[in-house]
């Protein structure tokens, strides 16, 4: 049996994955007595007196990074010998749907169970693994929430520019597991990285260190975004990780298009709250970042166009391709002011 700590969204998406998986075997408590009694994906919330008295495999506390350490440090003394653990120490599987787990191989079938990541870990083929990977699992770091398949995405978007000097900007430092992701897999063989966070959350400035600078405001504040951009010069990759919502993503894709270096990327990850209504996201919806996104895809091909309804603009000239993925989409920057690309070979004699 599996107690499961927090009944808010995170804990909510936890029940929910655990449901899909067919893992019942979970009790789920929280700190707010308006709870208790009622049900959460059809479990009944105890109160943590109730939930205390009884013993469990893990207490997995399911709340952003902050509260997790707050819950942690009141439930220490009662927990007893049960191990207190975070969500995103652990996997929940499922090998009916599986995770997406890009390249990675497993050593054998596992059943539908919740596992520690290092555990879960012990079942894969290490071969299989890359760099990001690997620092994610057995690395030195923080608090770091990343989707398991977003790690082959990153690698192939971004190994071209390993074995260089690199620099990048990330919307979203939470817990700052991130960016020393990104000092880790570029500074290898001893690469100069250069890496910047943004966050609304002031508490972030604590994981600024000499070889990371972290600059607190809004992804919204276009005022702010300008002046971070007067500040850190031209990105090699920048990635939004931030707030998720459409104003905020669509707002930084447009402020912080030009501080991108010709040649390079731009992310937008989680982009599946564009099916979200709490994030302003809905299926076909006019202002989500997926169809504002869908609409480089036509600026891309305006110089062929046979309308006045589609124009070339700076889109045209500056974007080289997208690749979509499962909550993320990569935009490649390139000029094309000057590209031949009418090169054509015949068939020999």
């Known amino acids: 049996m599996y107690l499961i700590y927090g009944a808010g969204s995170v804990g909510k998406c936890y029940v929910e994955q655990c449901n899909m998986s067919n893992i019942t075997d979970v009790e789920i408590t929280d700190s707010n007595s308006s709870l208790w009694g ?5 479990h009944t919330i105890i109160s943590p007196k109730d939930a205390f008295q009884r013993d469990y495999k893990y207490i997995i506390i399911a709340a ?12 220490e003394g009662y927990a007893k010998n049960t191990p207190i653990v975070s969500y995103g120490r652990t996997v929940i ?20 169970d919740i596992y520690l990541l290092e555990d879960f870990a012990s079942h894969i083929e290490h071969e299989t693994l890359n760099d990001l990977e690997k620092f994610a699992i057995w690395g ?5 929430d990343k989707w398991m398949h977003y790690y082959e995405a990153y690698d192939r978007a971004f190994s071209k520019y390993r074995n260089r000097p690199v620099s990048i900007l990330e919307i979203g430092v939470r817990g700052g597991g991130s960016l020393q992701m990104w000092r880790d897999y570029f500074g290898k063989n001893g ?4 890496v910047y966070g943004i966050d609304i959350d002031p508490r972030c400035k604590e994981h600024e260190t000499e070889k990371m600078k972290i600059f607190i405001g809004s992804q919204e504040d276009k005022e702010f975004l300008n002046q971070v951009k007067k500040e850190i010069g031209k990105m090699d990759i920048i990635i939004d990780d931030g707030g998720h919502t459409m104003n905020q993503q ?8 030009d501080c991108l270096k010709d040649d390079g990327t731009y992310l937008c990850e989680d982009t599946c709250t564009s099916y979200m209504a709490d994030f302003g996201g809905k299926y076909k919806g006019l202002n989500t970042f997926i169809e504002y996104s869908k609409n480089l895809i036509d600026y891309i091909h305006a110089e062929n ?4 309804e589609l124009q070339a603009n700076h889109w045209s000239e500056e974007v080289k391709s997208l ?3 499962n909550g993320m989409v990569f935009i490649e920057k390139s000029s094309r002011k000057n590209r031949m690309y009418n090169w054509i070979i015949e068939e020999g004699e």
């Open 250 to 257: 669509i707002v930084s894709l447009e402020v912080l298009w």
């Open 38 to 42: 009622t049900l959460l994906e059809g």
């Open 64 to 75: 952003e990074s902050r509260a997790y350490r707050q819950i942690r440090t009141q439930i």
């Open 191 to 194: 690469m100069d990285v250069t």
């Open 305 to 308: 166009s046979e309308t006045d």
């Open 93 to 112: 599987w499922n090998d009916r749907y599986s995770y997406d787990m890009g390249n990675i191989k497993l050593l054998e079938p596992l059943k539908n």
């Open 140 to 144: 030195k770091h923080t608090r770091l």
């Open 323 to 325: 690749s979509y993925y």
